[in-house]
């Protein structure tokens, strides 16, 4: 089945730094949705991307489709606390139009 | 609105016992999903439904997983018997209609353990 990577698998910032994550895959994906997971609790979808080079931005979160579709990139402003949690990054490929294949995760921690 | 129901919360049971969750969707919503999420890992799909009509079930482990949604509503997890890979949080999510431009609503999870 279709892989994706992300990275990096963690992250440390201090409350206030700029956050980016990446999600690469070996083959070609129409669309590109970034979740956020808290402790307890299902994805929540943040932001979705359905076009290569597009942008989008939710609040402080921006995110972006590559303009070879084998990756996507989110990035997240002025950290404050409620950032902590885990960032998925997910996608439908072409060969599987109905299947949502998710990332890894990352683990994002926001120190005060 | 109300968010999609998920139940139990938590359960542990021993291996090769058997086990279900069950699952209610946001009120009107034709698709519904069965993930299953591994510590440490993103969410992989079991099975999708679109109403009561299995529309995906290709990385369900048939010979010890079934899932059922009679009336196109709630639906059921079960596994029998239960080994302990299968350890992990069971999510249900629901979507008004299939495909990427749907978004996908997921409910809290059960999480199981298999001792």
């Known amino acids: 089945g279709q892989q994706l990577n992300q990275s990096p698998q963690s992250m440390f910032i201090q409350e206030g730094e700029d956050v980016s994550m990446n999600c690469t895959s070996s083959s070609i994906f129409n669309t590109w949705l970034w979740y956020k997971q808290d402790p307890g609790e299902g994805p929540v979808l943040l932001i979705a991307?359905?076009?290569?080079?597009e942008l989008t931005s939710n609040g402080r979160l921006t995110a972006q489709f590559g303009i070879t579709r084998k990756d996507s990139f989110l990035n997240i402003s002025a950290s404050i606390p409620s950032d902590v949690g885990i960032y998925f990054c997910?996608?439908?490929?072409?060969?599987?139009?109905?299947?949502?294949?998710f990332g890894s995760g990352t683990q994002l921690t926001v120190l005060p | 609105e109300a968010g999609v129901a998920q139940s139990p919360r938590y359960k542990i049971i021993e291996k090769r016992q058997s086990v279900a969750f069950w699952c209610n969707p946001i009120?009107?919503?034709?698709?519904l999903y069965w993930y299953q999420q591994i510590l440490g890992q993103g969410p992989k799909l079991l099975i999708q439904f679109q109403n009561n009509g299995v529309v995906d079930d290709s990385q369900l482990p048939k010979d010890r997983f079934s899932a059922e949604r009679l009336k196109g509503v709630d639906s059921t997890l079960k596994i029998q018997p239960a080994k302990l890979e299968d350890s992990a949080v069971y999510l249900c999510?629901?979507?008004w209609g299939g495909g990427s431009y749907n978004e996908q609503f997921f409910g809290p999870g059960t999480r199981l353990t298999v001792l």
């Open positions: 009120s009107g919503h034709a698709t």
């Open positions: 991307l359905y076009k290569a080079g």
């Open positions: 997910a996608g439908y490929s072409p060969g599987s139009a109905r299947q949502l294949t």
């Open positions: 999510a629901s979507s």
